[in-house]
């Protein structure tokens, strides 16, 4: 089992749809988990860390269950230029998934 | 001000022929790594170090050999080039945070 696993999607759902990822980890001694975006041809960027706690930026929500191993990004009201990668990673060596494909379609 | 750069941005190069990538790093972090990120966009880690010295080593083949003369640098040079190391190649650097900085990448291509 791979240390980090996502559904690679792709995903894609109308503007304004509100999407949800998951991503799994098999590593129950990890502590820090994040979302990342790429864009293409671009380099990851910090979306989000995600805590037990949850935590929320505008439309963006993410959640850490650490019971289930899994965390998990929600998207609301979504964006034409949400439309991307979105990687999840954690982990002392910082290892991240295959990432999952968002197309958002006017 | 680009906090991770690297260069080259684009190689393209002949198999065989041995390169290397740079990398440098103006945000005082301790800790960087190298990723590659092949042709199915799956990243993944080759190495890392913590202020100079290497801490993870994820069974990538000796001809990738990464050097860090300081806690600010980290290249990598690449022996006797194959076409499956055609892949973008990302540097990056942690916080204290645990978060994650990339460079821009190397688009390295093997022909």
């Known amino acids: 089992r791979k240390e980090v696993e996502q559904d690679p999607g792709p995903f894609n759902v109308p503007e304004g749809a509100t999407v949800a990822f998951n991503c799994t980890y098999s590593?129950?001694?990890?502590?820090?988990f994040f979302w990342y975006r790429q864009d293409c041809r671009k380099e990851p960027k910090l979306l989000m860390s995600?805590?037990?706690s949850g935590n929320e930026d505008g439309r963006f929500t993410a959640q850490l269950n650490r019971a289930s191993q899994y965390i998990s990004l929600l998207i609301r009201d979504s964006k034409l230029s949400d439309s991307a990668t979105y990687l999840c990673?954690?982990?002392?060596?910082?290892?991240f998934g295959a990432g999952t494909r968002l197309f958002v379609k006017a | 001000d680009t906090a991770v750069s690297q260069t080259p941005k684009y190689l393209v190069t002949q198999m065989g022929n041995d390169k290397s990538i740079k990398c440098e790093q103006n945000?005082?972090?301790?800790?960087m790594y190298w990723y590659k990120q092949d042709s199915k966009k799956f990243l993944k880690i080759m190495f890392s170090?913590?202020?100079?010295?290497?801490?993870i080593n994820e069974t990538v083949p000796n001809r990738f050999s990464p050097k860090s003369p300081d806690k600010a640098h980290l290249n990598l040079h690449i022996n006797s080039l194959e076409l499956g190391d055609s892949a973008v190649y990302f540097c990056?650097?942690?916080?204290?945070?645990?978060?994650?900085?990339f460079g821009e990448g190397s688009w390295l291509t093997v022909v």
């Open positions: 945000l005082g972090h301790d800790t």
């Open positions: 170090y913590n202020n100079k010295e290497l801490i």
């Open positions: 995600v805590y037990s």
């Open positions: 990673g954690g982990g002392f060596k910082t290892i």
């Open positions: 590593n129950s001694a990890s502590q820090s």
């Open positions: 990056a650097s942690r916080d204290g945070g645990n978060t994650i900085y």
